[in-house]
């Protein structure tokens, strides 16, 4: 068999003070290798440079034709980046470095940035960068495109404690006002299996923006694999965060969609975290799709957007979907998005999909869940939204749930829990058909004053509908809760309180429906309550109970 090896090397290795420093580097490889089992090796690397608006540009490009085994493995690397402590870098206000990494690749098994451990040492390819100044420009992409019968992009080995030798893009940026811009682009086609991985990791600091961004695209007589992870750390003040995930997949066999978009913003003042995600799958298997977004610690003044959306074909469909906001401070607005379908083919299709959010008030929020199921087998949905928020608060909270399946299970919440000044919308739809065994379906409304001091006016408005069609026993639990007691300790206030409950059931031999618009009211609070109810049902055997039911707290 025969062998070609090409390796490219380069490296500048620079010691003194930093008035010794080059203000300016540029590194270029380029490599083209056609033959049989093929292995191309490239590193450009500099331990420092500085300087006024110093500039660093890294690009490897490595081509490869093979008919055997293909191996690529490109570094980039601007300063010593270790996952303990990073050392030198570069220096200077107003830095500009740019790191670029090209692969394509033809053969059998093709493996692109494999990091490996052995003796002790590693061997991590990617884009690393430690960035030390203010307005500074860091750019990191990562692009990958292979054809073989089996590809792996990105693949990591296991060295412990829940750690993973990833090829990614790592920055290090220490400095106000800078811009951080990491993409990560892969596409594979293989006539087996399909390993596609992408990691972004970013650690600004005040006034500073990262942009992270990965797109998968995979299609695979068998298998396909995916994972994504966008993770940023901020440090300081005046921050914007913007995380994206893109992911295709068409396999023969199954399919599996994981990820997560995160950002930690330290309790800083935020100005913005935008995160979205957006998955695909069609698969002759099954099909398991996993994404969470998470906002972590906002601070005041920030606007947060997330939003997930999936789809997916296969035998038997599993999705699990969630969005996460916290802030400690008040000052907020905030939105959050699930929408996923899934078609299981053969088999049933489970959906969960879960919004959180935490706040301490002064708040513009909403929170909407949108699923829908097909499946020839049972169909199982989950939805739920929940709020621990303050005052001066208006929220509004939607779960539309939507299944056609032998059997079909539905349960969808929505929570909140509030104090003064607050205006709560909740509402829940529901529609299902059953061709079998029948419907279960749960839903509630919650809301709560837990948080509720003094005199204030709020509005809580709740609203459930749902419909259930076919199978041979067949359940509707809808409920409405409004707990207006918790301010006992304190000042009255007013309450304005709708709830409106709708249900139709029509069920074969059995239906069970049962509704209820409830409220807690401690006696000195004022305002005004109005229910209405609306329950049909229709089987051989039938069973109603509906209330509307106010309960005076002394």
């Given at each position: ?43 450009n ?9 110093a ?32 050392e ?20 059998t ?21 430690i ?74 600091d ?14 695979a007589?068998g ?11 901020f440090?300081?003040?005046g ?26 913003m ?11 995600a ?21 601070g ?168 259930a ?66 329950g ?16 005076i707290?002394?």
């Amino acid at each position: 068999m025969r062998y070609l090896i090409i390796t490219a090397l380069v490296l500048v290795l620079l010691a003194g003070t930093a008035a010794a420093l080059p203000s300016e580097v540029v590194q270029s490889i380029e490599a083209t290798a056609t033959g049989g089992d093929l292995y191309q090796g490239a590193s450009n690397y500099v331990y420092e440079a500085g300087g006024e608006a110093a500039v660093v540009t890294q690009t490897i490009a490595l081509s490869a034709e093979g008919t055997g085994e293909v191996d690529q493995a490109a570094l980039n690397e601007a300063g010593d980046v270790d996952f303990e402590e990073g050392e030198g870098g570069i220096y200077g206000d107003g830095a500009v470095v740019t790191q670029s990494t090209t692969m394509t690749a033809t053969g059998t098994d093709i493996w692109q940035n494999y990091g490996y451990l052995s003796d002790e040492s590693y061997w991590l390819p990617g884009n690393f960068a430690i960035v030390i100044g203010n307005n500074a420009v860091v750019s990191q992409s990562l692009n990958m495109d292979a054809t073989g019968e089996n590809v792996w992009q990105n693949w990591g080995e296991y060295f412990g404690e829940g750690n993973y030798f990833w090829p990614s893009n790592i920055a290090e940026v220490y400095g106000e006002g800078t811009t951080t811009t990491q993409t990560i682009d892969q596409t594979a086609s293989a006539e087996e299996y399909v390993w596609q991985m992408g990691w972004n990791l970013a650690d600004p600091d005040a006034g500073s923006l990262a942009t992270q961004s990965i797109s998968q695209a995979a299609v695979a007589g068998g298998d396909i694999e995916q994972q994504a992870a966008n993770d940023a750390y901020f440090y300081g003040d005046g921050a914007v965060a913007i995380q994206s995930v893109l992911m295709d997949a068409m396999a023969g066999g199954f399919a599996y969609q994981g990820g997560d978009n995160y950002a930690d913003m330290g309790n800083y003042e935020t100005i913005m975290v935008d995160q979205s995600a957006t998955l695909n799958a069609v698969a002759g298997d099954w099909v398991n799709q996993y994404f969470s977004n998470m906002n972590y610690e906002a601070g005041s003044t920030t606007v947060s957007t997330q939003a997930v959306t999936a789809y997916a074909t296969g035998t038997d469909i599993d999705q699990n979907l969630y969005n996460q906001f916290e802030t400690d401070d008040p000052v907020s607005e905030g939105t959050q998005l699930i929408t996923a379908g899934a078609y299981a083919t053969d088999g049933d299709a489970d959906q969960y999909a879960y919004n959180w959010m935490y706040t301490y008030g002064d708040d513009i929020l909403g929170q909407s869940i949108v699923l829908n199921a097909v499946a020839t087998d049972e169909v199982w949905q989950y939805g739920d939204n929940f709020g621990d928020l303050d005052d001066n608060l208006d929220l509004g909270q939607e779960v539309w749930l939507s299944g056609d399946g032998a059997y079909v299970y539905q349960n969808a919440d929505n929570s909140a829990y509030f104090g003064d000044f607050a205006d709560i919308a909740q509402y829940v739809a529901l529609s299902a058909i059953s061709d079998d065994e029948g419907v279960y379906q749960y839903a509630d409304n919650y809301a709560e004053n837990e948080y509720a001091y003094s005199e204030s006016t709020n509005n809580v408005g709740q609203e459930i509908t749902g419909a259930a069609m076919g199978g041979d026993a067949s359940y509707q639990y809808f409920i409405n809760y409004a707990d207006l007691t918790e301010n006992y300790w304190y000042d009255p206030g007013m309450y304005n309180v709708t709830q409106v409950n709708v249900a139709t059931l029509a069920a074969d031999d059995y239906a069970d429906q049962y509704q209820s618009n409830w409220i807690d009211w401690w006696y000195p609070n004022t305002g005004s309550i109005a229910m209405d109810m609306m329950g049909d049902a229709s089987a051989d055997e039938l069973y109603q109970y509906h209330e509307n039911w106010i309960e005076i707290y002394y």
